[in-house]
């Protein structure tokens, strides 16, 4: 079956200007996350999702971000005007219900450079 | 609140001998913690996790990974390096029961085998 899907694979914006990042979860995996991972460094959660719900947005950098998921499937990250420290790859993750127990699965992530 | 520190940047070691990544990490309620390997230009794949029972798991490639309570570490090992296993491996940690299931990631540790 199909893996979790990212796209597009790489961004190249301006400064200032806005991006959307989209996930496409493995089809029944209830729990989506967000993560960021900057060059040379581990990476960081964002975001949760249980369902369409976000129960969980302590990771999110600043109020320029912000992240919604519909149809309990495809989720969508917006960076709205973009600085040069939002360079970074986003990678998203997708679980059958409660992750930890069950394993997180990645997508292959979203190149994101901010000139 | 839960952090995970990965010593050592960078290992190198030759093929055929041991390998050893070391992790430790710091958490207020039992641990769940993982292993994740990340190949150039590919996404994350887990390696092994634990979760309760049996401190001695096993994962695939011939890792495995030991958790010690005691010295809050979950060191992964591996007896004989293979030039394959070249990539950077990342330990994570996350809460049990009750949580999100969100990772706490460590900074990676990037693995080199020379011939």
């Known amino acids: 079956g199909a893996g979790v899907s990212q796209s597009p694979s790489n961004k190249v914006t301006e400064k200032g200007k806005d991006v959307e990042l989209r996930c496409d979860p493995i089809s029944g995996h209830t729990a989506l996350y967000w993560y960021r991972q900057r060059l040379g460094q581990g990476l960081e959660f964002l975001i949760y999702f249980q369902g369409n719900s976000a129960p969980d947005k302590s990771g999110l950098p600043s109020d320029r971000f912000s992240a919604e998921r519909t149809g309990e499937s495809v989720s969508t990250l917006t960076i709205q005007r973009t600085q040069q420290e939002d360079s970074a790859v986003y990678l998203c993750a997708s679980s059958k219900g409660l992750a930890g127990v069950n394993e997180q699965f990645f997508g292959p992530g979203t190149r994101l450079t901010v000139l | 609140a839960q952090s995970v520190t990965q010593l050592g940047s960078h290992v190198s070691v030759s093929e055929g001998a041991l390998v050893l990544l070391r992790c430790n990490y710091s958490?207020?309620?039992?641990?769940?913690l993982f292993w994740y390997v990340q190949y150039p230009n590919q996404g994350l794949q887990l390696l092994l996790k634990y979760t309760t029972g049996a401190t001695l798991v096993k994962g695939i490639n011939g890792f495995e990974a030991e958790f010690k309570k005691s010295e809050t570490s979950f060191h992964l090992t591996k007896p004989s390096a293979h030039m394959s296993d070249a990539a950077e491996y990342f330990c994570a940690v996350s809460s049990g029961s009750g949580n999100t299931g969100k990772l706490i990631f460590g900074q990676g540790t990037t693995l080199q085998v020379k011939p």
């Open positions: 958490s207020s309620v039992p641990p769940y």
